[in-house]
């Protein structure tokens, strides 16, 4: 749809992502109150939607879809924000340069950090041909300066939007760099974030098996001290009957001895 020249055309999700992360920011920036880099953001957003998604090879099929649905779905809401912030809705491509730059845009989101930078050198060169070829192509086209004095205003500058897609791509480079910047820091910082979290749950899994260990072995020792209990109290008629009998023979004995003398002092009167 695009042309050869553009190269094949981005995975749609590449392009879904793209715009759902120019609208997140735009969101952002309208909450921390940065008019100019939400305009920029929703613009973004609409050129993602309206010259990338929209003419997408696979857009037929999946337009149905709830991600590219909802994505479409935002794109009025989108640019009645952008007139209402001062902007301009810029128009669907005119040309297969400005289509080869935004397919150019969304590979570099979709890629993310495992597209190189020689790639991004060879889709800026290719959009940079295209946009080339594009110029030649309407100069050929158009009248001579000379035979045509209905030439269409604007002077030397009328056809400089054509090998605009270079710097759009460069423009589009930079930026796309600070988002994959940002985005690798905050994959860090969730990994950071969740080995802490690991830690964490080590550590409560860690104080609950000892608890539980604490536990059994209160229940051990309140067992044990029950049991103890009960075996003195078994105990404690048996050692009782000890005594009486201990005190019963004493008894006996001094009986025994007492009767013992009485009969020596019997004698002894006898003997006299």
């Known amino acids: 749809m695009l042309g050869d020249d553009a190269g094949a055309a981005p995975p749609i999700k590449g392009v879904c992502r793209s715009a759902s992360i120019a609208l997140r920011k735009a969101n952002l920036a309208k909450e ?13 957003f609409n050129r993602t939607i309206a010259n990338v998604l929209r003419l997408h090879p696979m857009y037929p099929r999946k337009k149905q879809d709830e991600e590219v649905a909802g994505l479409d779905a935002k794109l009025p809401e989108v640019r009645r924000r952008i007139e209402a912030l001062g902007g301009k809705v810029a128009p669907p491509p005119e040309s297969v340069a400005e289509a080869a730059a935004s397919v150019a845009a969304a590979r570099l989101v979709a890629g993310g950090g495992k597209v190189s930078l020689l790639e991004r050198r060879r889709m800026s060169r290719a959009a940079s041909r295209a946009g080339s070829r594009a110029g030649s192509r309407a100069a050929s086209a158009a009248p001579s300066r000379d ?5 269409a205003p604007g002077g030397p500058h009328a056809d400089a939007h054509v090998h605009s897609p270079h710097y759009v791509v460069t423009d589009l480079s930079r930026r796309l760099a600070a988002v ?4 690798k820091a905050r994959a860090a910082k969730e990994a950071e974030t969740e080995a802490r979290l690991a830690d964490l749950a080590r550590r409560a899994a860690a104080a609950e098996e000892a608890s539980r260990r604490a536990d059994a072995r209160a229940e051990t020792a309140e067992t044990l001290v029950w049991e103890l209990q009960e075996a003195l109290q078994a105990l404690s008629p048996a ?6 009998a201990d005190a019963t023979r004493d008894a006996r004995v001094d009986r025994l001895e007492a009767r013992i003398g009485e009969v020596d002092a019997a004698a002894r009167e006898i003997a006299r």
């Open 239 to 244: 050692l009782q009957g000890t005594e009486s």
């Open 180 to 183: 994959e910047q940002s985005e």
């Open 147 to 151: 035979a045509s004095p209905e030439r």
């Open 32 to 44: 921390t109150g940065d008019a100019d880099e939400e305009l920029a953001q929703l613009r973004s």
